[in-house]
Every structure is written in structure tokens, then in C-alpha cells.
């Protein structure tokens, strides 16, 4: 088992990719604490090595409480993996109020600094560690309506690259990774409200993707099991895409 022992902090983990990318490190044998704003997609996790935690990511103080808990109880701190987010319908910049913009910007990149600011400071007590923040394929393949959105990924990517180079000497390594049109609950709602702003159906996401089907958690399981594997110690400040060749 290429985890085993290791512990790793997931946020999003009742979400599509976030639960099943919890179920894959379990069964690699680490030790998981998977975090969500509501419990109710981990509810068919059970191992004696998963703890959920119920948290809103853009409360700081809760946010600071839960990484020094899991660091009391376990010592340690291998891995964070970022994947919590919230979508944009499609819509046009005349339509998106200020208080949208911060929220989209608030959950998909604030939050990533807050967790990552808690995970860095243990895991440079732990000699080093593994970060993955997801991101979207549509960063390099943007989309019409989804401007921010798209900034707050772009945002993801361009703040993992720098905390890769100031983590480097202390053995923390920062990746991202870029999923294409997944099949999970979010999909529908990049659909736009209003058709003629460019919204898409499950059928036009599918053949957007070269490989020719939507991307499933699964995928995304796979690609952070190698990322915060011992067999890419010497990647860091990537960008992973598992889209499907979507970014082509
Ligand atoms: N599904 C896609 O097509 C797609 C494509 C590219 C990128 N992504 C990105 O992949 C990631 C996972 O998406 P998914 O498809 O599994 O979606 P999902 O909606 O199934 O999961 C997202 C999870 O984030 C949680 N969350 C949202 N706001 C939170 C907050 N403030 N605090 C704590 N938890 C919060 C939600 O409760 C949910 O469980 C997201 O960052 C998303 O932007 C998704």
C-alpha cells in the first residue's frame, strides 16, 4: 500500500471527487480527515482511519482549530489536497454583482490559502509534505460566462506555483491539478439560466472532450494518489491535467 501511515487532510471530501479520492488513500492505508461544509456526501465512508469534519473553509479561526487537532492527534501532516469548490452558472460580466465575484473568489482561492497557510507551518515541522490544489481545465481552455469562475482557478494555479518555490526548501511540494468536465453534481450547474450566454448541455461537455467521455472521480483519484506519491518526490509546481485532452 503506497500510503500507509500517511496522513492526509482533504477538503471537498463529501463532494464527487473529493469522496472518492478520500476512499482511494483509505484504501492505500493512510489515515484520512476529510472536511466539507456538509457531512452528508462522506456518510457511506466508513474506516476506522477516516475522520469528517464539518467546516465552512472561509472561517479562519475553524479552519486553524482543525489543523492543530489533527496534528495533536496524529503528529503529523503528509498531505493537503484542496478540492473543494463551487461553480459559476454561465453568465454574462454585466450580470455578475460584486458580492458573486467575492464568493467564487472567497471559496476557490481564498479558502486554498487558508488551508495551505495551516498545512505548510506543520509540515515544515514534519521535515516536508505534498499539496495538491484543483484547479479547471478552463483556465487554459476558458469557456464564455464563467470569467470568475476562471479567475479564481487561475488564481489556484498561478499561488501553488509561487508556494512551490517557497516551500521547495522545506521539502513541500505544490501541485495542481486541471480537471476537464467531470461527472459529478457540479457539472449541470456550468449550464447557463440564460441558454444564449453560452450554457452547455451533458452531451455538448461530453464531446468538448477529445478522448470522448467525461471525466470521472476515479480519474481524479488516480492522479492525486501519484501526486502525493513517493513516485513524484521530484514534481512540484506542475500543472496536471486529467481532461481528456480538453485543453488541446
Ligand atoms: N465537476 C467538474 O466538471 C469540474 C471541472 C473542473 C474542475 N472542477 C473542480 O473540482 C473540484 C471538485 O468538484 P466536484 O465536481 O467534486 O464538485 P462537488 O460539488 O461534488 O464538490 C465540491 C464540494 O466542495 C464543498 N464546499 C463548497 N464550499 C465549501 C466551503 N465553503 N467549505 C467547505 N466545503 C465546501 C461542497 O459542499 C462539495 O461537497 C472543485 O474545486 C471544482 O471547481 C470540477
Same mark, same amino acid.
Given at each position: 500500500?503506497?500510503?500507509?501511515?500517511?496522513?492526509?487532510?482533504?477538503?471537498?471530501?463529501?463532494?464527487?471527487?473529493?469522496?472518492?479520492?478520500?476512499?482511494?488513500?483509505?484504501?492505500?492505508?493512510?489515515?484520512?480527515?476529510?472536511?466539507?461544509?456538509?457531512?452528508?456526501?462522506?456518510?457511506?465512508?466508513?474506516?476506522?482511519?477516516?475522520?469528517?469534519?464539518?467546516?465552512?473553509?472561509?472561517?479562519?479561526?475553524r479552519?486553524?482549530?482543525?489543523?492543530?487537532?489533527?496534528? *495533536?492527534?496524529?503528529?503529523?501532516?503528509?498531505?493537503?489536497?484542496?478540492?473543494?469548490?463551487?461553480?459559476?452558472?454561465?453568465?454574462?460580466?454585466?450580470?455578475?454583482?460584486?458580492d458573486?465575484?467575492n464568493?467564487?473568489?472567497?471559496?476557490?482561492?481564498?479558502?486554498?490559502?487558508?488551508?495551505?497557510?495551516?498545512?505548510?507551518?506543520?509540515?515544515?515541522?514534519?521535515?516536508?509534505?505534498?499539496?495538491?490544489?484543483?484547479?479547471?481545465?478552463?483556465?487554459a481552455?476558458?469557456r464564455?460566462? /464563467?470569467?470568475?469562475?476562471?479567475?479564481?482557478?487561475?488564481?489556484?494555479e498561478?499561488f501553488?506555483?509561487?508556494?512551490?518555490?517557497?516551500?521547495?526548501?522545506?521539502?513541500?511540494?505544490?501541485?495542481?491539478?486541471?480537471?476537464?468536465?467531470? *461527472?459529478?453534481?457540479?457539472?449541470?450547474?456550468?449550464?447557463?439560466?440564460?441558454?444564449?450566454?453560452?450554457?452547455?448541455?451533458?452531451?455538448?461537455?461530453?464531446?468538448?472532450?477529445?478522448?470522448?467521455?467525461?471525466?470521472?472521480?476515479?480519474?481524479?483519484?488516480?492522479?492525486?494518489?501519484?501526486? /502525493?506519491?513517493?513516485?513524484?518526490?521530484?514534481?512540484?509546481?506542475?500543472?496536471?491535467?486529467?481532461?481528456?485532452?480538453?485543453?488541446?
Open positions: 500500500m503506497n500510503h500507509q501511515g500517511k496522513v492526509y487532510v482533504i477538503t471537498g471530501a463529501g463532494g464527487g471527487m473529493g469522496s472518492e479520492v478520500a476512499s482511494k488513500l483509505l484504501t492505500e492505508g493512510a489515515k484520512v480527515v476529510g472536511i466539507d461544509i456538509s457531512l452528508d456526501g462522506m456518510s457511506h465512508i466508513s474506516d476506522d482511519n477516516f475522520r469528517k469534519e464539518e467546516a465552512n473553509l472561509l472561517d479562519e479561526a479552519v486553524k482549530e482543525l489543523f492543530k487537532q489533527v496534528y *495533536e492527534e496524529f503528529g503529523k501532516i503528509d498531505g493537503l489536497v484542496n478540492i473543494a469548490g463551487i461553480a459559476q452558472s454561465s453568465m454574462p460580466i454585466s450580470d455578475v454583482s460584486l458573486f465575484w464568493k467564487v473568489i472567497g471559496i476557490n482561492a481564498t479558502a486554498v490559502f487558508l488551508t495551505s497557510k495551516e498545512a505548510v507551518s506543520y509540515m515544515k515541522k514534519g521535515g516536508g509534505g505534498s499539496i495538491i490544489n484543483v484547479g479547471s481545465v478552463s483556465v481552455r476558458p464564455p460566462g /464563467l470569467q470568475s469562475y476562471i479567475a479564481s482557478k487561475g488564481a489556484v498561478a501553488s506555483r509561487a508556494l512551490a518555490i517557497e516551500g521547495a526548501p522545506d521539502n513541500i511540494r505544490v501541485n495542481v491539478l486541471h480537471p476537464g468536465p467531470a *461527472e459529478t453534481k457540479m457539472l449541470p450547474q456550468f449550464s447557463s439560466e440564460k441558454q444564449q450566454a453560452g450554457g452547455l448541455s451533458r452531451k455538448d461537455f461530453t464531446q468538448s472532450v477529445p478522448l470522448g467521455n467525461l471525466i470521472q472521480p476515479t480519474d481524479i483519484a488516480e492522479a492525486v494518489h501519484y501526486l /502525493l506519491s513517493d513516485g513524484a518526490k521530484m514534481v512540484t509546481g506542475t500543472t496536471l491535467h486529467v481532461d481528456g485532452g480538453r485543453s488541446l
